[in-house]
Nanobody, 120 residues
Framework: QVQLVESGGGLVQAGGSLRLSCAAS????????MGWYRQAPGKRRELVAT???????NYADSVKGRFTVSRDDAKNTVALQLNDLKPEDTAVYYC??????????????WGQGTQVTVSS
């Protein structure tokens, strides 16, 4: 069992930045796929970004050029840098991880989420 704990959410004005971090309870060298999802009130959970053990990344079109995902396997952390935030980025952000390849939101492990609120 892997526990994931997110931190770094908060309230920020439009155009501002936040850095989210997710700490894994076990060594993440074997965690092939790690990702960030978000869910706004009344909406479905949606992909934000993924990063695999080789370093390849994938982003939702809505965040490309503004968000950056990274992982530090030595520290068992995965981070999401959010720049140029917009009110529509307001959501609960979830960290997810899996030992294998993942299609869609079918990750084995999820964090509890951290709230990001962007004011206009």
């Amino acid at each position: 069992q892997v526990q994931l704990v997110e931190s770094g959410g908060g309230l920020v004005q439009a155009g501002g930045s936040l850095r989210l971090s997710c700490a894994a309870s076990k060594s993440q060298f074997r965690l092939n796929t790690m990702g960030w999802y978000r869910q706004a009130p009344g909406k479905r959970r949606e992909l934000v970004a993924t990063i695999i053990s080789g370093g390849n990344t994938n982003y939702a079109d809505s965040v490309k050029g503004r968000f950056t995902v990274s992982r530090d396997d030595a520290k068992n952390t995965v981070a999401l840098q959010l720049n140029d935030l917009k009110p529509e980025d307001t959501a609960v952000y979830y960290c997810a991880a899996d030992y294998g390849a993942v299609l869609g939101p079918n990750y084995a492990y999820w964090g509890q989420g951290t709230q990001v609120t962007v004011s206009s």
